[in-house]
């Protein structure tokens, strides 16, 4: 099993900052990875896939780099509504899929 | 639009059955990928179970105790929950897969399974 490993696990961060999460593979795992954003209360919502392509609607701010085993989630100038929890996600392994234990962005 | 209705959580024995459905709509169901992931209370996001076409794939972690099923004629996508035990205790989503995979482009907005005596 790809086990992924996002870091940090908290993010304290100032409105309008950059700010950068991590997403490490046990394993290469290619370009297939995707991002997910979770709101208190709310489901995920699908940020990026084939780590770098933004889905429908979501904001340029959001951008993903990386392949193999190392990839990042930047988000350009923080706005309130990105305060979430942020989770990777690998595909690699086609209908397999494997999450980090995710990283929280605050305040 | 999608839509994604999950229904049939609550309160399960340990050792006991549920079992969870998900009504779509506003997509071709037929031809699309579906997944089940599930979140407990306060903690993140574990997939569990995609289906795709008639091939299933599931979790080692629940491979021996849940099976996925959909019925295409009435848009349902089911998982059914067997040998529950106090970590099944979650929030459990059905998804959608982008282009026949796991990229979940669109969720439901969860059911909760609760295992206790």
């Known amino acids: 099993e790809i086990v992924m490993t996002q870091s940090p696990a908290t993010l304290s961060v100032s409105p309008g900052e950059r700010t950068t999460l991590s997403c490490r593979a046990s394993q290469s795992v290619a370009r297939n990875l995707a991002w997910y954003q979770q709101k208190p209360g709310q489901a995920p919502r699908l940020l990026i896939y084939?780590?770098?392509t933004r889905a429908t609607g979501i904001p340029a701010r959001f951008s993903g780099s990386g392949s193999g085993t190392e990839f990042t989630l930047t988000i350009s100038s923080l706005q309130s509504e990105d305060f979430a929890v942020y989770y990777c996600?690998?595909?690699?392994?086609?209908?397999?899929?494997?999450f980090g234990q995710g990283t929280k962005v605050e305040i | 639009e999608v839509q994604l209705l999950e229904s049939g959580g609550g309160l399960g024995q340990p050792g006991g059955s549920l079992r969870l459905s998900c009504a779509a709509s506003?997509?071709?169901?037929?031809?699309?990928?579906m997944s089940w992931v599930r979140q407990a209370p306060g903690k993140g996001l574990e997939w569990l179970s995609s289906?795709?076409?008639?091939?299933?794939y599931y979790a080692d972690s629940v491979k021996a105790r849940f099976t996925i099923s959909r019925d295409n004629s009435k848009n349902t996508l089911f998982l059914q929950l067997d040998s529950l035990r106090a970590e099944d205790t979650a929030f459990y989503y059905c998804?959608?897969?982008?282009?026949?995979?796991?990229?979940?482009?669109?969720w439901g907005q969860g059911t909760l399974v609760t295992v206790s005596s």
């Open positions: 998804a959608k897969g982008a282009w026949g995979s796991i990229v979940l482009d669109s």
């Open positions: 506003g997509f071709t169901f037929s031809s699309s990928a």
């Open positions: 084939g780590a770098s």
């Open positions: 289906i795709n076409g008639d091939t299933t």
């Open positions: 996600q690998q595909y690699n392994q086609w209908l397999r899929g494997t």
